[in-house]
């Protein structure tokens, strides 16, 4: 959504001014111009996890980066660097949106020295200002040949909420999972969440559902309940908790329990022409308490390719119930006995610190983020790419390091062994040795992920096993008698 991916305006700064309006706009082309007198520059909103992948790969190709930060994130969410940078990021400029669009516009067009081409969102957090700042600037400048594109902002909120999400899908008639949004400052929520809960009961009484905030990421606060205890745990540690974002949770979403295997669907769009960029197959298993626990994520590829077909088109659907016409799209899909249904869409580029990049560019040919780009450069090469990729070349997982113990990372054993694996590419680690490492009960808490690609899926397949059977974690447990 919010990364806005088309022809770039091509905006010329007047340093001797400080006035928004100093800007205009040229000719309408669908290649980018390249014959100007200062950088051009990309601003990305909340370039944090891969939007910081994607800043490095604008700066490899030329251009100057302009960071917003939507609010005030954590110091150890912002400084997060991703390992497989292809090179630093020295931002052009720093602006922190304070919550009047207007003035966080003005603050972006008084950046000296370059010419804005284009706004992209970097990760979840920045969808709904990037919808404000795009569809600001498409109106203030709709008269002066302006091509940057918006998804506006009368479906944003749909883009980032996940009930809102879930009722406008339903609303067009596709299949979206059954909930009910509780507010969690209403006397009767709990009650509320057992009635819709008992709608979720089979014949003999028993029944499953989710619980979870309407905004996060990474399957963060996303719980699994079978009983009323469970329920009313979970109710109370989502509610008046915050997210990864700093965001507080003042409500919470309970959804029927969808079974079957879960998909993702990247996309990139423009002006309403979606492309699929890569599709993957998700491995979440029970562990620690928790039921969804990622130990991997597969490139998918079926036999006969239907599969793959009847995702995109119901991903591309949801894309056009949410308004989603321009930017990256990360869709999340249970494939269930009835069919598609959608878990989750994020406006947003796929996420994980922007590991998934290396494993698609030989399979595949190109990434979400490197099509974003070319997207922007020259939308013939957009127009071009297929709807879904082609036959994959090699096959590749990302596997999620499961720690079964909370404590200190006293050391990491047979790492050697690890990287001797046929199909071995590279490991992204979150904690180092000496640090406190968290019981993994999602996506943020896996410790470490361990990319394997090769020619071959039954080598991919059999290394992802034989890291899943190796103890790689010495985890010494804290004494609570010691505390």
Not at 267 to 296: L, Q
Not at 316 to 341: F, Q
Not at 414 to 420: D, I, M, P, S
Request: net charge negative.
């Amino acid at each position: 959504i919010g990364a806005a991916i088309g022809i770039g305006a091509t905006l010329i700064a007047q340093k001797a001014s400080n006035s928004t309006d100093s800007f205009f706009g040229s000719g309408p082309s669908l290649v980018r111009k390249l014959s100007f007198k200062t950088p051009p520059c990309i601003v990305i909103i909340d370039p944090l996890s891969s939007g910081l992948t994607l800043a490095s790969l604008l700066t490899l190709r030329g251009y100057a980066v302009i960071r917003v930060f939507s609010s005030n994130f954590p110091d150890d969410l912002v400084s997060l660097v991703p390992k497989n940078l292809v090179r630093p990021v020295e931002w052009m400029e720093t602006v922190y949106h304070s919550g009047d669009v207007t003035s966080t516009l003005a603050k972006i067009m008084k950046v000296s020295g370059v010419h804005v081409e284009n706004f992209m969102v970097g990760c979840e957090s920045g969808v709904e200002l990037t919808d404000e700042l795009t569809n600001l600037w498409v109106e203030k400048y709709k008269d002066k040949n302006c091509h940057v594109v918006t998804n506006g902002v009368g479906m944003s909120r749909a883009r980032r909420d996940k009930y809102e999400m879930g009722e406008a899908v339903r609303g067009k008639g596709l299949r979206a999972a059954g909930q009910k949004l509780i507010q969690g400052s209403d006397p009767t929520a709990f009650s509320q969440l057992m009635s819709f809960v008992s709608t979720c009961k089979d014949p003999s009484g028993k029944f499953r559902v989710v619980l979870k905030p309407v905004a996060s990421a990474g399957s963060e606060g996303v719980y699994f309940a079978t009983n009323e205890e469970e329920c009313r745990k979970y109710y109370d540690e989502i509610f008046g908790s915050t997210n990864v974002f700093g965001e507080l949770n003042t409500s919470v979403l309970v959804q029927e329990f969808l079974e079957g295997k879960e998909y993702v669907v990247d996309s990139v769009s423009i002006e309403g022409i979606h492309k699929t960029v890569a599709i993957w197959e998700y491995d979440k298993r029970s562990a620690n308490g928790a039921k969804f626990v990622y130990y991997g994520m597969r490139l998918y590829e079926s036999e006969t390719g239907e599969r793959e077909d009847e995702l995109v088109k119901y991903m591309h659907s949801v894309l056009d119930a949410l308004e989603i016409r321009n930017g990256p799209s990360h869709g999340e899909v249970m494939w269930t006995s009835k069919g598609p249904c959608l878990v989750e869409v994020g406006s947003r580029p796929h996420g994980g610190e922007g590991t998934f990049v290396n494993l698609v560019e030989k399979p595949i040919g190109y990434s979400q983020l490197s099509v974003m780009i070319d997207a922007h450069e020259n939308r013939h090469k957009f127009f071009n790419l297929p709807v879904r990729p082609p036959r994959l070349k090699a096959y590749a997982v990302e596997t999620c390091l499961v720690a079964n113990h909370e404590g200190t990372l006293h050391a990491i054993k047979g790492l050697e062994e690890v990287e001797k694996l046929q199909s071995f590419q590279e490991i992204e680690w979150k904690v180092k040795v000496g640090e406190h490492i968290p019981l993994t009960i999602d996506f943020l808490t896996s410790p470490a992920a361990i990319m394997l690609m090769h020619e071959s899926k039954e080598v991919v397949e059999r290394d992802f096993e034989r890291i899943h059977e190796m103890e790689l974690l010495d985890v010494r447990r804290v004494r609570l008698d010691t505390l």
